[in-house]
T-cell receptor, first 116, second 114 residues
């Protein structure tokens, strides 16, 4: 699959589990994002990585821990989540205009997370 | 910080009619306004965007208008088709850094009936 891929597509976990979401972009972009999409709420930006450095953390609880080992991969490590964390977690990537991109964000298919 | 409001939350039209979705933003420094379409069970995809140096942009059946003074922008879809049925999200950002910190509206569910 080209573009932005995410695994797993579905995840069910208990509140005491530890799991990780993975995102990979095949577009050569230099910025990656994590969003949370809950029913009847706008997409919420969680984290932004630009050139592999975290540049935004929108007051996300510490039970969510991002990791960006290189420009193509982004992880979201989860531990001791709450039922209200159940949502669709979307990854996106973009290439900024300074380096010749259009700054359009390309989204992955998302991971549907259910916390029991 | 930026706040984006989107209306209506749902919109039902007959095939062939036009559909208009409106968004307002609060930060006058915002200068980039994309629109995303999300079909059921699929990822959001950019359908059109506009920057603050233009007032209108058109791409076939879709167009976006921007009123910087009033701080609102709108998506116009003409000759709607059943495949236009989806949730549409507007967003705004300042775009003055190397990455985009998009603030999204709550979405509009568009249903086009044959």
């Amino acid at each position: 699959e080209t573009g932005v891929t995410q695994t797993p597509r579905h995840l069910v976990m208990g509140m005491t589990n530890k799991k990780s979401l993975k995102c990979e972009q095949h577009l050569g972009h230099n910025a990656m994002y994590w969003y949370k999409q809950s029913a009847k709420k706008p997409l919420e930006l969680m984290f932004v990585y630009s050139l592999e450095e975290r540049v935004e953390n929108n007051s996300v609880p510490s039970r969510f821990s991002p990791e960006c080992p290189n420009s193509s991969h982004l992880f979201l490590h989860l531990h001791t989540l709450q039922p209200e964390d159940s949502a669709l977690y979307l990854c996106a990537s973009s290439q900024d205009r300074i380096s010749g991109g259009a700054n359009e964000q390309f989204f992955g298919p998302g991971t549907r997370l259910t916390v029991l | 910080g930026e706040n984006v409001e989107q209306h209506p939350s749902t919109l039902s039209v007959q095939e062939g009619d036009s559909a208009v979705i409106k968004c307002t933003y609060s930060d006058s420094a915002s200068n980039y306004f994309p629109w995303y379409k999300q079909e059921l069970g699929k990822r959001p995809q950019l359908i059109i965007d506009i920057r603050s140096n233009v007032g209108e942009k058109k791409d076939q059946r879709i167009a976006v208008t921007l009123n910087k003074t009033a701080k609102h922008f709108s998506l116009h879809i003409t000759e709607t088709q059943p495949e236009d049925s989806a949730v549409y999200f507007c967003a705004a950002s300042k775009g003055d850094t190397g990455f985009q910190k998009l603030v999204f509206g709550t979405g509009t569910r568009l249903l086009v009936s044959p």
